[in-house]
């Protein structure tokens, strides 16, 4: 008999973490539904479509492959029959605000000359860098992160004590640690960047996600696309939602839920328009603060508002889809513009709220590689402007911020967008909490800031309702899309774990 027969599962939620967590659940044998607030599945990760143009409105790159084989291959399926994997060259292309450009990709050697040119005897400290980082990648993997480790006792264990001292000369900054192999300032620009990924800033997160670099320069930056030819991270999530249907996990969706209470015989699930749910066990995936506010009442909530206003959340973000006519070379399909100096954006999102003077930004443009998200002869392009959560977005800042933008892009990289949009939709905090139940609009989740990371983070089963469950973002192990398949992962093996 399967671990979970019987079992009746409602899943709060269709973000990645609840796509996973209810793959895995369906898996071992429980009757899952999950419920979804919006039209489509996917959370962060969905998609717009509107005239011809098709927008992943989050994500949009796709790392660390590895992750996602190892889900699919626990379902004995490969994440090719479901899509196939374009590696980008390049991976990336930065713009400096000093005129200054370059790529970067996975030659290595090619790399190693780029980083000489900047600051002689970089290319060795590169190489080292980047050698410690995959070091770190391999153990961190194995030892922290597919490894739930949720209580102190789980540390004690001798190849995690072995680890340890990773950990322990990684509990600095990642500025510190990455000013201890490079003096250029760009150089240090590169090796940071990828932090914004993790929601924090290199002076917040500790240096122990220096792992992020071999996820970048060595695993590769990828684009996937269906059988049909369709690309983009919704391909993605279209194949999360086929296995779960090949797995019988009952979708419904515009289903918003406004209320979860523990009775005697199981949870009460009941969503706006009234309709009821009575599973045995209940998995979150909706923001930890929205169900800990929103949805549980107040003796089922795990931390108070005091808690929440101690956390530091990942930035929001700015974002303009934008549908244009002609090309935009000489962008990239992944391109960042970067200031000289860029720790002023850094505390106008974590220290002193406000909309940045003087941002750093990332353009999306998929219509390089894939032809099918605009019109002929038209560009689709995202910009994205990490900017602080709880910030004010009224339409007039907005209005202001467009602009600034769209002349800074024209300016920095030499693309001048403004006559040529043939659609535009603008997202922002606001947006977040709307679409999402977003807490304070953050994009990202909970940041990864030492005391937000492993352990420290909320965990995946509560302490306070025997059979709720927390999955995604929030939780452990943090941030991103293949963070919030493990998630999901995690989730379902406590709960199966507490069910047996
Ligand atoms: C702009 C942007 C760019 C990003 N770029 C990348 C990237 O390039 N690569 C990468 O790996 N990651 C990226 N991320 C991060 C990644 O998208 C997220 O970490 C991940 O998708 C979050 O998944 P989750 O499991 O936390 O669920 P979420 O996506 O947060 O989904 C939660 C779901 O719960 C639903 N919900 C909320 N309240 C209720 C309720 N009361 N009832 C029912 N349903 C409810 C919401 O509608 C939502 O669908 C990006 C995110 C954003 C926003």
Request: charged fraction near 25%; aromatic fraction near 12%.
């Amino acid at each position: 008999m399967s671990r979970l027969s019987g079992a009746e599962i409602v899943v709060v939620g269709g973000g990645v973490g609840g796509l996973s967590s209810a793959c895995f659940l369906a898996d071992a044998g429980a009757d899952v539904t999950l419920l979804e607030k919006n039209e489509q599945l996917g959370g962060r990760a969905s998609r717009l479509t509107e005239d011809g143009f098709r927008f992943d409105m989050g994500p949009s790159w796709y790392l660390m492959p590895d992750v996602f084989e190892r889900f699919f291959a626990h379902f004995d399926r490969e994440p090719g029959e479901y899509y196939d994997l374009e590696r980008l060259d390049p991976h990336y292309r930065i713009f400096f605000k000093d005129g200054d450009q370059l790529d970067v990709n996975g030659d290595i050697e090619a790399m190693k000359s780029k980083f000489e040119e900047y600051e002689p005897g970089a290319s060795d400290a590169f190489e080292e860098y980047l050698a410690t980082s995959q070091e770190h990648y391999e153990t961190a993997m194995e030892q922290f992160v597919y490894e739930d480790r949720a209580r102190l006792r789980d540390w004690v264990d001798l190849d995690v004590m072995r680890a340890a001292p990773i950990g322990l000369s990684l509990i600095g900054s990642m500025q510190g640690h990455v000013e201890d192999y490079f003096q250029h300032p760009k150089l240090q620009q590169i090796m940071q960047y990828t932090l914004v990924f993790l929601g924090g800033s290199p002076k917040n997160t500790p240096a122990l996600y220096n792992i992020m670099s071999h996820v970048d320069f060595n695993l590769g930056v990828y684009y996937p696309v269906n059988d049909e030819g369709e690309g983009g991270i919704g391909v993605v999530i279209d194949a999360f939602v086929e296995l779960g249907e090949e797995l019988d996990v009952d979708y419904v969706t515009a289903s918003e839920v406004d209320e979860i209470t523990k009775r005697r015989e199981g949870f009460h699930v009941e969503t706006v328009d009234g309709d009821v749910y009575r599973p045995d066990r209940t998995v979150v995936n909706a923001d930890y603060g929205h169900a800990g506010r929103e949805l549980l009442p107040d003796h089922e909530r795990q931390y108070d508002d005091d808690y929440w206003a101690d956390r530091t959340l990942a930035p929001s973000a700015f974002l303009l889809y934008l549908g244009v006519e002609g090309d935009v070379d000489p962008l990239a399909h992944h391109t960042l513009v970067l200031p000289r100096d860029w720790e002023t954006h850094f505390d106008a999102i974590f220290e002193r709220p406000r909309w940045p003077d003087e941002p750093a930004y990332y353009l999306c443009v998929p219509s390089e590689t894939d032809d099918t998200v605009a019109p002929d002869g038209h560009t689709n392009l995202f910009v994205l402007v990490p900017i602080a959560p709880d910030l004010h977005d009224g339409e007039e800042i907005r209005a202001e911020y467009r602009e600034k933008i769209l002349a800074d892009v024209a300016d920095n990289t030499g693309v001048d967008l403004r006559d040529r949009i043939v659609f535009e939709e603008q997202f922002a905090v606001s947006d977040f909490a709307d679409r999402y139940n977003a807490t304070e609009g953050t994009a990202l989740g909970l940041a990864h800031t030492l005391r937000q990371t492993a352990l420290l983070r909320p965990p995946n089963r509560s302490s306070a309702v025997d059979g709720l469950y927390f999955t995604g973002s929030f939780t452990r192990p943090g941030v991103g899309v293949p963070m919030c398949l493990i998630s999901g992962e995690h989730t379902a093996n406590e709960l199966i774990e507490d069910y047996q």
